[in-house]
């Protein structure tokens, strides 16, 4: 018996109409007693700013998902088209990640943190929902660290793109 449930047509028709929804993209990390662990994410978005919080959610609850979802807190880098490459890194299981030449540094509380994202926002976990084989994750934002602006970075039809920066609008 496969773990992998058969979409439905549904199902299938959601992932096409979402894969030409342009979102943005994000790479959550964690620190575990194992070392760093990360995952880019393109369902970030924000549900509150009293009290700060934002959901995302993650495929499975294992690997680095899992390990997110067992840490304390983790961070939740919004990120710009300069980290296309990281990000690609991320999303694929077995690719170099936490490099020294990807510019990792840990925060003071010990998650590691992209000191080049646009924003990090450390975060833990206040609610986690399974929805067939993915978790829902409601987070509150507990630090805002900014960061410099580039153009952002935006996830569609299976591919990275580039918004103009603000500056440009």
């Keep these: 018996m496969s773990t992998n449930p058969v979409p439905t047509p549904v199902g299938e028709a959601l992932k096409a109409a979402f894969r030409t929804h342009p979102a943005g993209v994000a790479i959550i990390t964690a620190s575990t007693p194992d070392g760093p662990v990360g995952l880019t994410a393109s369902s970030v978005a924000s549900v509150a700013v009293d009290p700060a919080a934002i959901v995302f959610s993650v495929t499975r609850a294992t690997g680095s998902a899992g390990a997110i979802l067992g840490a304390d807190t983790f961070v939740v880098h919004l990120i710009d088209d300069e980290h296309s490459a990281l990000a690609l890194s991320f999303a694929t299981s077995g690719a170099d990640r936490f490099t020294p030449e990807q510019g990792w540094t840990a925060l003071g509380t010990g998650e590691p943190h992209l000191d080049t994202a646009r924003a990090a926002l450390r975060c833990r976990a206040l609610h986690t929902i399974a929805v067939g ?37």
């Design 133 to 169: 084989t993915s978790t829902v994750v409601i987070a509150e934002v507990l630090e805002v660290i900014a960061g410099p602006q580039g153009r952002p970075l935006v996830y569609v039809d299976r591919r990275f793109h580039a918004l103009p920066s603000a500056s440009d609008l």
